[in-house]
């Protein structure tokens, strides 16, 4: 296996698993901690822009000749994906909230939908429940429901998205039959 940095970029750029296999493994943790640097996130979030940032370097990566100039351009990769994870979190947040608000100013409060939804979040686990309260109708942070309920914001935000998905299913499934 190429062990200085010429080789092993070189041998990346070709193609070479192996190569790839030894990257992943040297520079994962330095990665990881320029990942926590430049986003101040949690462990969910910074494996998120760890594992984009590697499919990055290993799709643009070419041969440098040295250790400062290849960890110089992946922390310049390592910062440019963690703006663009947080811009698109960004830009999801605001689409969820202008449907929160734009649903509660368009519709009255109690349509043919709303009682089947309360019906359908009721199913749920009482602490998802208590997430999807506090997230959409008290318009709380995923910070503040993750301190709320004793979880990291990657967990909040994984199991409001997947209760989300499962009732945009049964919603399909019951009204647009």
């Known amino acids: 296996m190429p062990q ?3 080789k092993l970029t070189a041998a990346m750029a070709a193609g ?4 790839v296999e030894a990257f992943y493994r040297q520079y994962f943790d330095w990665i990881y901690r320029q990942a926590r640097r430049a986003t101040g996130r949690d462990e969910s979030f910074c494996l998120d822009v760890v594992q984009d940032s590697v499919l990055r370097v290993i799709r643009t990566v070419r041969p ?3 250790e400062g100039q ?3 351009w992946m922390q310049l990769v390592v910062r440019t994906t963690s703006l663009d994870l947080m811009r698109s979190e960004r830009r999801r947040r605001k689409r969820e909230a202008a ?4 649903s509660a100013d368009e519709q009255p409060p109690i349509d043919d939908r709303q ?3 309360e019906e359908q979040i009721a199913k749920f686990d009482p ?3 208590k997430a999807i309260e506090m997230r959409y109708r008290r318009g709380w ?4 429901v993750a301190s709320m309920l004793g979880l990291s914001i990657g967990a909040i935000d994984g199991r409001l998205r997947r209760a989300i998905q499962e009732l945009r299913t049964r919603a399909k499934d019951e009204f647009d039959e």
Request: aromatic share 8%; charged share 20%.
């Open 4 to 6: 200085s940095i010429d």
């Open 16 to 19: 070479d698993s192996r190569a």
């Open 64 to 66: 440098i000749a040295t």
């Open 70 to 72: 290849f960890r110089a």
């Open 99 to 102: 449907v929160v608000a734009g």
């Open 115 to 117: 009682p089947w939804l």
């Open 127 to 129: 602490m998802i429940v």
């Open 141 to 144: 942070t995923l910070s503040r």
